[in-house]
């Protein structure tokens, strides 16, 4: 019962990452808010959790409206009276093709979704925690761009991410006097939609990674997990992969 009475926000819920984080947090004793765009998924997921003795709501919306950001945090206060922490998942992949044919509309979309939501997110997560006296924040990242790894095709998600280890550093630095950790979590290839379902692609990104296979979403749960659990507890401000080895690999 790592999360025993904590309140945690999952943004990304619907599916992959953020659906598995749903369930182990809420395994793990956490009342968990749930957030993404689409309202069945979330309606069965949160319905799973409470059926199996969780503790579960859901708010359906999109990130990349500040608006949204607020309502999260307002509905779990007001569902469960407190708030401790949040990870903060969602995000996406956009066009894949080199920076000269990209059109600039998929370029703010990415920028939007992956980075300008986490500022969102921030500015409205920041203030209940420091109300609470402490809590945990965790963005999920990617070893593209913010590690030692460049992929082809992949520069508006690249920039994304290595934005938002740039912006962790940025708010660890400011809130860590608030008792608040801020760090960043760096997924290799894992299991989801968004790494497609083509097997000739998945044993690709297989072979990249020195454990020789993908991530399943669960894995990448369980590490984020540790970083909003008490286990890491003088952890803040950090770029942690959980990439299987790959940004060793591309080195």
């Known amino acids: 019962?790592?999360?025993?009475?904590?309140?945690?926000?999952?943004?990304?819920?619907s599916s992959g990452?953020?659906?598995?984080?749903?369930?182990?947090?809420?395994?793990?004793?956490?009342?968990v808010v749930l957030g993404a765009r689409r309202e069945p998924e979330l309606h069965a997921l949160t319905n799973k959790i409470t059926q199996n003795g969780g503790a579960a709501t859901y708010l359906a919306g999109d990130v990349t409206q500040e608006?949204?950001?607020?309502?999260?945090?307002?509905?779990?206060?007001?569902?469960?009276?407190?708030?401790h922490g949040a990870f903060n998942n969602a995000g996406m992949m956009g066009e894949m093709v080199p920076l000269p044919q990209m059109d600039s509309a998929n370029w703010n979309d990415v920028l939007t979704t992956n980075l300008t939501s986490a500022f969102y997110a921030a500015k409205a997560q920041i203030p209940a925690l420091k109300s609470n006296g402490s809590g945990s924040i965790v963005f999920t990242s990617s070893f593209v761009g913010a590690l030692n790894s460049?992929?082809?095709?992949?520069?508006?998600y690249a920039a994304s991410k290595a934005g938002l280890v740039g912006l962790v550093k940025s708010l660890a630095a400011e809130h860590g006097p608030d008792s608040i950790r801020i760090n960043a979590l760096?997924?290799?290839?894992?299991?989801?939609a968004m790494a497609g379902d083509d097997p000739e692609g998945h044993t690709f990104?297989?072979?990249?990674?020195?454990?020789?296979?993908?991530?399943?979403?669960l894995e990448?749960?369980?590490?984020?997990?540790?970083?909003?659990?008490?286990?890491?507890?003088f952890v803040t401000g950090g770029a942690m992969a959980a990439d299987g080895g790959v940004s060793v690999r591309l080195i």
């Open 205 to 217: 990104i297989s072979n990249l990674h020195p454990l020789k296979r993908m991530a399943e979403p």
């Open 17 to 31: 990452i953020g659906a598995a984080a749903a369930e182990l947090f809420a395994i793990e004793g956490a009342n």
């Open 150 to 156: 460049g992929m082809p095709g992949m520069g508006a």
């Open 1 to 13: 019962m790592e999360l025993r009475g904590q309140t945690i926000i999952i943004t990304g819920a």
């Open 186 to 192: 760096l997924p290799g290839g894992t299991r989801t």
């Open 67 to 83: 608006t949204y950001a607020t309502a999260l945090v307002e509905h779990a206060l007001n569902t469960f009276g407190s708030f």
């Open 220 to 233: 990448i749960a369980e590490a984020a997990l540790f970083l909003l659990s008490k286990r890491s507890s």
